[in-house]
C-alpha cells in the first residue's frame, strides 16, 4: 500500500512539473545501413541521469526543464553518437547508428543495452537476435527461432519433433505467438522440425515468461513476439541460403530512399523434388514439401506518421498425388500505423486478420469412396495502443483489443459406394474483448515500477446447437447428454469478465546488482483439445463455452541480477510459482476427432507449476555462450483422474540443461555448440494385465496418471561458420558456408515409450513374453552443410 501511495504522489507531481519550463526532444533511431529501427536504443543526458529507450518501433520521447544539454544515444553494437543539445523548445531530433567496428569482430549475444539485464523493470524476459541465433548449430543446418528459445531457462519441449513449445510447465497452446500482432496457432513446420518464421525476415524475438505487462492478453503462460524487418529503405539487398532441405530468398529495396522500402521473403523444401527420380510410377506424383512466403511494406508520410502492411503464408503439403493427402497452414495480415498527436503522445492502431487450416483428402474415386475434411480457426482483430511520456521517469500506457473469432472444428464428408454422409460439427463464434491501463515508474533512483490493470471479457455467441450435460455414472466415463437447445446467431450464450492485474519491481542495491518480482493474473479464453503426448495439426481449437469455463493463471517471480567484469558476465537467478485454474484434461481414452458431443469428455483441474531458473551470459570476446539450468515441477489435480490425486502432468521435466558456446577462431572461422539435458517426461504405462484367448493385455490397475517416464533426453550439436573474405567492405557480394553435426554421439533420445506383447499368439499354458518399445524420432548423427549469401 505504501508504494501504491508513493506511486499516485509521484504521478501526481509529474502531471504538475509539465506546467513548468519543461521541453520535450522526441524522434526515432535507425540503422543508419539500412533504415530498420532499433528497437530498445538508449538515449541518455549526460551528467543529469535522465533517459529513456526507444519502443518497438524505434520511437522516443524525453522531457526535461530547458537548457543546454549532451544527448547520448547508444545500442550495443552500434558506434555510440553524442550530440550538443539546446533545448530551449520542443525538438525532433532523429538518430541513424552505424556499427562499431570493432564490436563486429567478437560473437555478441545480446541486442540489447549492457546493463539492461539489471536496470530494467522487466524480469522472466528473453531476448534474442536473429545475429544470435543465426551461430546457433541447427538441425539439417537450419536456423530455427523455436528451436533457439528452447536452449534458453524454463523453455522445454515434450520431445524431438514436437510442435510447439512449453513454458514454466504450461501448455503449448498457453503461448500466445505473434507474428507482428498477429497471432500464428500453429508455428511449426514438418511436425514440429522447423518454424514457420524465416530468418531472413526476422529482426528480433522476445519472449515473455512472467511479469507480462498489462498491454499483452489472452494467453496463461508467455507471449513470444516475433518483429518482421521493415525492409532496407536505402538501397536493394539480396539475402538467401541454400541447404540440405530447403533454400530460401529475400528481397529488400527502398521504393522512396528514406521514407518507403520493402521486403519480400520465401521459402521452400525439396523432399519431393529430391526423391523424385527414385519413385516409381505410382508415387511419380509424391508432394513432400513446405513453403512460406512473407512480405512486408511500409511508408512514412511524415515525421509523425508511418504506415506499416506485412502478410504470411504458409504450408505443408503431405500427398502421394493427385489431391489426396494431407495439409496444413497459416495465414495472416497486418495493417498499422503510427501517429503522434503531440511530441509526448505516440499511438499505433492495428488491425490483423489471422487463419490456421488443415484438411486431409483421400480417395482415388471421389465419387465412390473418399473421405474430405478442413477445419479452421479464423479471427480479426483491432486494436488501439497508446504511449504517454508524461516525464523520463514516468511513462503511462493504455489502449485496448476486440476480436472476432470464428471456430470450424470439422467440414467432413465421407463417400462410400457413391452414398454420401456427411459428419461435419458446428461452427462456433465468439467475440474478445479488453481494455488495459499501465504505468512505468522510477522512483528515488533506485526503484522502478511496472504496475497495470487489463479488463477482459468473452462472448460465447450463438447460431448452433447449445448442448447440455448431466453427471456421469461414475468419475472416469464421460458426461451423459441431458439437453439440446437452438441459438440464434448472435446470441450470447455464455460470458465473462474478468480483472487481470499485473505488477512488477526491480530495487537496484548497487550499479552491478539488483533484486526483481513481478505478479500475474493471466486469462485465456480459447483452448487446443489434445490427448496425445504431442500437438499435431489435427488438434481441435474451442472457444469456452457453456460447458468449459476459460483458464486462469496467478504467477508470483522473484529474482537476482548480477554483471560482472564491466558487464562482460551476467548473472540472472529467478524463482517462480504458478497457480492454475479450471485447466483442460480429458477422460481415459476421450475421443476428440469428429466428435460433436466432446465437451462431456472433457474434465477441468487445477494446477501448479514452481521453479527455479539459473543462468550465466559472457557476453564479450571472442569466447562467448551462455549456461542455464531449470528446476522445476509441474502438476496437476483433477477430479476423475488419478484417484483424484496430485500427478506430474506430461510437460513435467525436473532438470533441464543448456550450455550454448561460441568461439571466434579467427574473423574468418567461428566455431559453436550446444548441449541439452532434460530429464524424461512423464508416460502413462501399464502396471498389470490380462490373458484373453491366449493374448496378453496390458492393464493400469491403479488408474495412475503419468506413473512412468522416459528416458531423460540430451545431445551434443556442433557447426563451423567459415566466411572466406577477410574484409568485406566493399563487396556486393557476401557468401558464408556453415557446417553442422546434430546429435554428435548419436544419442538415441525415446520420444515415448510403450509396452507390446512379442509377435505371436502364446502356447496354451505358456508365458507371454511383453516387451517395452522405446520410439525415437532421430537417432543418429545428422551432418549437415549449408551457403548463405548477401548481395547489396
Sequence with gaps: MKYLLTAGL?????LLLLAQENAT??????????????????????????????????????????????LVVTYLGYAEQRVPLALNGNQTRDFALGEAGSVLEEVVVTATEEDDNVSTVQMSVERL???????????????????????LPGVTSVGEGAAGFNVRGGSIDQNLVILDEAPVFNSSHLFGFFSVFNPDAVKGVKLYKGGIPARYGGRLSSILDVRMKEGNNQQLEVQGGIGTIFSRLSVEAPLVKDKSSFLLAGRRSYIDVLAAPFLNDELADTRLNFYDLTLKTNYRFSDRDQVFLSGYRGRDIFSPGGDQGFSWGNVTGTLRWNHLFSDKLFSNLTLYYSDYDYAIKFGDQPEQD???????????????????????????????????????????????????????????????????????LNLFDRLKLNYGLRLSHFAYLGGRNVYTFGEPLRR????????????????????????????????????????KASYQRTVQYIHLLSNTTASIPLDIWTPSTNNIDPQRANQYAVGYFRNFSDNAYELSLEGYYKQL????????????????????????????????????????????????????????????????????????????????????????????????????????????????????????????????????????????????????????????????????????????????????????????????????????????????????
Aim: hydrophobic share 35%; with cysteine; glycine share 10%.
Design 581 to 792: 485454474y479450471d485447466l483442460i484434461d480429458y477422460i481415459d481414452g476421450a475421443d476428440l476427432i469428429l466428435n460433436e458431443l466432446v465437451e462431456g469428455q472433457v474434465l477441468a483441474g487445477r494446477g501448479r507449476a514452481y521453479g527455479l531458473e539459473f543462468q550465466l551470459k559472457k557476453t564479450e570476446g571472442r569466447a562467448s555462450g551462455w549456461l542455464s539450468y531449470t528446476l522445476a515441477r509441474t502438476e496437476r489435480l483433477v477430479e476423475g483422474i488419478n484417484n483424484n490425486a496430485w500427478y506430474p502432468n506430461r510437460f513435467d521435466q525436473t532438470h533441464n540443461l543448456n550450455l550454448s558456446a561460441f568461439y571466434e577462431l579467427s574473423d574468418r572461422v567461428t566455431l559453436s555448440s550446444t548441449f541439452v539435458y532434460n530429464t524424461g517426461t512423464p508416460t502413462t504405462l501399464a502396471n498389470s494385465g490380462y490373458y484373453q484367448l491366449g493374448y496378453f493385455i496390458p492393464h493400469n490397475g491403479g488408474n495412475a496418471r503419468n506413473n512412468f517416464r522416459i528416458p531423460d533426453y540430451h545431445r551434443l550439436d556442433f557447426s563451423l561458420t567459415l566466411d572466406p573474405a577477410k574484409d568485406k567492405s566493399g563487396r556486393r557480394w557476401q557468401g558464408q558456408w556453415v557446417f553442422g553435426v546434430y546429435n554428435l554421439y548419436a544419442r538415441r533420445n525415446p520420444f515415448t515409450v510403450y509396452g507390446t506383447q512379442v509377435d505371436g499368439r502364446a502356447p496354451a499354458g505358456g508365458p507371454v513374453e511383453t516387451e517395452a518399445i522405446k520410439l525415437s524420432v532421430v537417432g543418429s548423427i545428422i551432418p549437415s552443410v549449408s551457403y548463405n549469401f548477401t548481395f547489396q
Design 370 to 440: 473418399a473421405f474430405n475434411w478442413d477445419a479452421s480457426i479464423v479471427n480479426l482483430s483491432l486494436k488501439p495502443e497508446f504511449s504517454f511520456y508524461l516525464t523520463p521517469d514516468n511513462v503511462l500506457r493504455f489502449g485496448g483489443q476486440a476480436i472476432h473469432y470464428r471456430f470450424e472444428p470439422a467440414n467432413a464428408v465421407a463417400v462410400s459406394a457413391g452414398e454420401e454422409i456427411d459428419i461435419s460439427l458446428s461452427r462456433q463464434w465468439a467475440v474478445e474483448s479488453s481494455a488495459y491501463l499501465e504505468n512505468e
Design 25 to 70: 526532444v522526441r524522434g526515432y533511431v535507425r540503422d543508419a545501413a539500412n533504415g530498420e529501427s532499433l528497437i530498445g536504443a538508449t538515449l541518455y543526458l549526460e551528467g543529469t541521469g535522465k533517459g529513456t529507450v526507444t519502443n518497438e518501433y524505434g520511437f522516443y520521447s524525453l522531457t526535461v526543464p530547458s537548457g543546454d544539454y549532451t
Design 129 to 151: 537476435d536473429m545475429g544470435t541465433i543465426e551461430k546457433l548449430p541447427s538441425l539439417l543446418g537450419e536456423v530455427d527461432v523455436l528451436r533457439s528459445i528452447q536452449l
Design 476 to 515: 472416469g466415463l464421460p458426461r451423459p447428454l441431458s439437453g439440446v437447445g437452438r441459438s440464434e446467431s448472435g446470441e450470447i450464450i455464455s460470458d465473462w469478465l474478468y480483472l487481470e492485474p499485473r505488477a512488477a519491481a526491480q530495487l537496484t542495491l548497487n550499479p552491478t546488482s539488483s533484486v
Design 10 to 14: 509521484s504521478l501526481a507531481c509529474s
